[in-house]
């Protein structure tokens, strides 16, 4: 079975400009997620899907982040722009329903802002 | 919200020792994993594990829920063990998402 899979694995750019983030979550999962990682602490759920509605975005900066799952497969995750605090791992994972099941992560896209 | 605690912050072992970890957490739960992220990052799940025991390997893990802690168990360490230890929890009747713990940093020297 594959895994969760992300794209680009890494990302350089420069403060005001923007970024977009691609996740492939595992086959027949329902719900996938979006997280980011600081560097010394533990992933914060940035926005959760079930299929391709949003239910839970409460700790996305909307000013500056987006993110869509069209289809209720794929989803990307978009800055703009950027700030120099967004520097971080941006990790998606997927599960295969909300609530109590087990999240499976993929590699993540280590994001440097300049 | 749910606060979770880890301890210890850091952990410095010889290879064939053994650990354990400690996770506190402030309400109930209906979902707690333990993950291992190595040193490339990638967050591997090792236990879901909201209440009891479960072993797989040199790991064990075990929940008590009503105590509102898990520990996480390593014996024989290798050097492959090294990496940063999280728990996250889900809350019951929370928003089901889970919260992480801030982690374990484990070394494990040759």
């Known amino acids: 079975e594959a895994g969760v899979a992300q794209s680009p694995r890494y990302k350089i750019i420069e403060k005001r400009q923007s970024v977009a983030f691609w996740c492939n979550p595992i086959s027949g999962h329902a719900t996938l997620y979006w997280y980011q990682q600081i560097l010394g602490q533990g992933p914060k759920l940035l926005i959760q899907f079930q299929n391709n509605g949003v239910v839970d975005d409460s700790q996305l900066p909307k000013d500056r982040f987006s993110a869509e799952r069209l289809k209720g497969v794929d989803s990307t995750l978009k800055i703009q722009p950027a700030k120099l605090e967004d520097s971080a791992v941006y990790l998606c994972a997927s599960s295969l329903n909300r609530g109590i099941h087990t999240q499976y992560f993929g590699p993540g896209t280590r994001l440097t802002v300049l | 919200g749910i606060q979770v605690e880890q301890s210890p912050p850091d952990l410095i072992l010889q290879e064939g020792a053994n650990s354990t970890l400690r996770c506190n957490f402030s309400?109930?739960?209906?979902?707690l994993q333990w993950f291992h992220q190595n040193p490339w990052g990638q967050l591997i799940n090792l236990f879901y594990i909201p209440s009891g025991t479960k072993q797989n390997g040199r790991l064990s893990a075990t929940t008590v829920a009503t105590e509102r802690y898990s520990l996480l168990y390593i014996s024989s360490s290798q050097t492959t063990d090294s990496g940063v230890y999280f728990c996250a929890v889900d809350r019951l009747r929370g928003a089901q998402k889970l919260v992480f713990g801030q982690g374990t940093r484990l070394t494990i020297n040759p």
């Open positions: 309400d109930s739960v209906n979902n």
